[in-house]
């Protein structure tokens, strides 16, 4: 059996198996063996490999880690923990947008904190203007997600408001090229802040607004599977979230 996902690896970044044996420090041949007959590199030569073709390691080679493994590296993912979203200073948010090369994105509902610090937006605008790709998910006001969430926090109809507010305060960057704004109804079990392989999680408590909850301040590791876990989460509502028109 051949590895097909390695051999679409190669193809989608166009990397030849000379160039992957360069890499590597092998012999051609044994790159040949890695994918048509799906022989397992040594660990060394795995994590090399994810590195330079930009995948995890576990999704090259699914059963390649142990659960002790997996774990180690997971843990590894965890840059801090802060007790409460209100607890993570704001030259921490500052420095976490700024550092981002390719892709910044926000999921949440309103996020006001946010949205209502003029230099924080004005960041998002100017990385968006140097390339950076800016997307923010924002709570539809009009669905039952965001109304049961206004209702759990115990401010009713105010969850609402504070989305549509949010979308205004960000009325001044959403004519950027690079920055895209969409409306999603699904229930949020985390707020998302991402930020190229960094992520900031801020998971919901059920009667505590977000500010109360604790943060994750996380940062992929090869063979870590915490950071692909909430990337996958943010993709799979982008995908099913609907265009805010400028």
């Known amino acids: 059996m051949a590895n097909e996902r390695l051999r679409a690896a190669l193809l989608e970044r166009g990397v030849s198996i000379g160039d992957l044996a360069a890499a590597t420090a092998v012999d051609p041949k044994t790159v040949e063996r890695w994918i048509t007959q799906a022989r397992?590199?040594?660990?060394?030569?795995r994590y090399v490999i994810?590195?330079?073709?930009?995948?995890?390691?576990?999704?090259?080679?699914?059963?390649?880690?142990?659960p002790e493994q997996v774990t180690a590296a997971g843990e590894s993912e965890i840059i801090?923990?802060?007790?409460?979203?209100?607890?993570?200073?704001?030259?921490?948010?500052g420095r976490f947008f700024t550092e981002a090369k390719?892709?910044?994105?926000?999921?949440?509902?309103?996020?006001?904190?946010?949205?209502?610090?003029?230099?924080?937006?004005?960041?998002?605008?100017?990385k968006a203007a140097g390339g950076v790709r800016v997307r923010i998910l924002l709570g539809d006001p009009s669905s039952p997600q965001?109304?049961?969430?206004?209702?759990?926090?115990?401010?009713?109809e105010a969850m609402a408001?504070?989305?549509?507010?949010?979308?205004?305060?960000?009325?001044p960057i959403r004519d950027i090229d690079g920055v895209e704004i969409r409306q999603h109804g699904t229930i949020l079990y985390?707020?998302?802040?991402?930020?190229?392989?960094?992520?900031?999680?801020n998971p919901h408590v059920y009667g505590q607004p977000a500010a109360n909850a604790p943060?994750?301040?996380?940062?992929?590791?090869?063979g870590g599977d915490m950071v692909s876990t909430y990337a996958a989460s943010f993709e799979k509502v982008w995908d099913q979230a609907t265009p805010v028109e400028s």
Do not use: C
């Open 215 to 222: 943060v994750l301040h996380l940062k992929k590791v090869i």
């Open 102 to 126: 390719q892709d910044i994105g926000l999921l949440l509902y309103s996020g006001m904190f946010l949205a209502e610090d003029a230099g924080m937006v004005k960041l998002l605008g100017d």
């Open 40 to 45: 397992r590199p040594y660990r060394k030569h």
């Open 161 to 171: 408001a504070k989305a549509r507010n949010a979308l205004v305060l960000y009325q």
């Open 80 to 93: 801090h923990v802060y007790p409460h979203r209100w607890a993570v200073p704001r030259d921490i948010w």
């Open 146 to 156: 965001v109304a049961q969430r206004g209702a759990d926090e115990g401010i009713g």
């Open 190 to 201: 985390n707020s998302i802040y991402r930020a190229d392989d960094q992520f900031l999680i």
């Open 50 to 66: 994810a590195t330079f073709l930009q995948v995890d390691e576990t999704y090259l080679w699914p059963d390649a880690l142990t």
